[in-house]
């Protein structure tokens, strides 16, 4: 079983950065395929991000691409999400998720949750 917890959300402008973080507990954090997900206001709850146990492969939402950089550090139990050049449209509670299997878009493929951090962008 891993706990996770989310921290690093926060009011930013339009076209600013974040970077949010998710800290795992337990030794076995290399066990598990990483995703981050968000949920709007009045949506359901939308992949993001996700990593390999490993961090050698990335899967992205497309409108995130090219802005938004998922990695790992597994000395450290944690997984983090560069975000960049940040929309209106990317405000959100972001939840970071943990799965034993492969990393996948799934939402209900994720057996474990963070309580979730607000990224709210002003335009």
């Known amino acids: 079983q891993v706990q996770l917890v989310e921290s690093g959300g926060g009011l930013v402008q339009a076209g600013g950065s974040l970077r949010l973080s998710c800290a795992a507990s337990?030794?076995?954090?290399?066990?598990?395929?990483m995703g981050w997900f968000r949920q709007g206001p009045g949506k359901e709850r939308e992949f993001v991000a996700a990593?390999?146990?490993?961090?050698?492969?990335?899967y992205y939402l497309d409108s995130v691409k090219g802005r938004f950089t998922i990695s790992r550090d597994n000395a450290k139990n944690t997984v983090y999400l560069q975000m960049n050049s940040l929309k209106p449209e990317d405000t959100a509670v972001y939840y970071c998720?943990?799965?034993?299997?492969?990393?996948?878009?799934?939402?209900?493929?994720?057996?474990?949750w963070g309580q979730g951090t607000q990224v709210t962008v002003s335009s």
């Open positions: 998720a943990a799965t034993t299997n492969i990393p996948t878009r799934r939402v209900g493929a994720y057996a474990y």
């Open positions: 337990g030794r076995t954090f290399s066990s598990y395929a």
């Open positions: 990593i390999s146990k490993s961090g050698g492969s990335t």
